[in-house]
């Protein structure tokens, strides 16, 4: 015969716990096939509004850029690049130019501030660096952009791939509009 407990006799209950998941770790099924397994982020093309951008920082020095390639550059509350926040433009920051020396074609390693029309484009945002890849006709252009873990410094690579069967001579040129000045935010 079971046994019935008095009407005032504590209970025992299994107690269960949960954890909930942090928001970046919750993709959605849209958003699933854009993220890779490192927990970056792939971006396909750089017309977006508002523009798809990404953080790096050492926690002196932070570097911001978009995934057409514009964004600028801050040690402490110091600005080291202008920048001039306009997301229907997205045209401020330090860039590469390209210049294939025989035929005069200009680009740049991102889509702006050129804005010429590659035939592809990728960028890779991911927790330590940035890639943007291009092609432009047999050309691909690559540019990686990390800050220093142990320095207040940033650094751009920039690799050239050549898939067609003549010899290409391109001039690169590097350009950024210094401030040196105290930031201006908000």
């Known amino acids: 015969m079971p046994k019935t407990l008095p009407p005032n006799a504590p209970v025992l209950r299994e107690q269960t716990t949960s954890t909930q998941r942090w928001v970046a770790e919750v993709k959605s099924a849209s958003r699933a096939r854009d993220a890779d397994a490192s927990g970056g982020r792939k971006i396909a093309s750089v017309h977006q509004s508002p523009p798809a951008t990404q953080l790096?920082?050492?926690?002196?020095?932070?570097?911001?850029?978009?995934?057409?390639?514009?964004?600028?550059?801050?040690w402490g509350d110091i600005a080291v690049t202008r920048w001039r926040e306009d997301a229907t433009r997205d045209d401020s920051g330090s860039y590469i130019f390209l210049r294939d020396m025989r035929s005069g074609a200009v680009w740049s390693a991102g889509y702006q501030p050129t804005?010429?029309?590659?035939?592809?484009?990728?960028?890779?945002f991911n927790e330590d660096r940035v890639e943007i890849a291009r092609r432009d006709d047999n050309l691909t252009t690559t540019l990686e952009v990390l800050v220093s873990a142990e320095h207040d410094a940033e650094v751009r690579?920039?690799?050239?791939?050549?898939?067609?069967?003549?010899?290409?001579?391109?001039?690169?040129?590097?350009?950024s509009e210094l401030a040196l000045e105290r930031a201006a935010f908000g």
């Open 56 to 74: 790096l920082s050492n926690g002196s020095y932070a570097l911001m850029l978009t995934a057409a390639g514009s964004g600028y550059s801050r």
């Open 115 to 124: 804005c010429v029309e590659p035939d592809e484009y990728a960028v890779d």
């Open 157 to 175: 690579r920039v690799s050239i791939a050549n898939a067609g069967s003549r010899t290409r001579d391109i001039e690169i040129t590097s350009y």
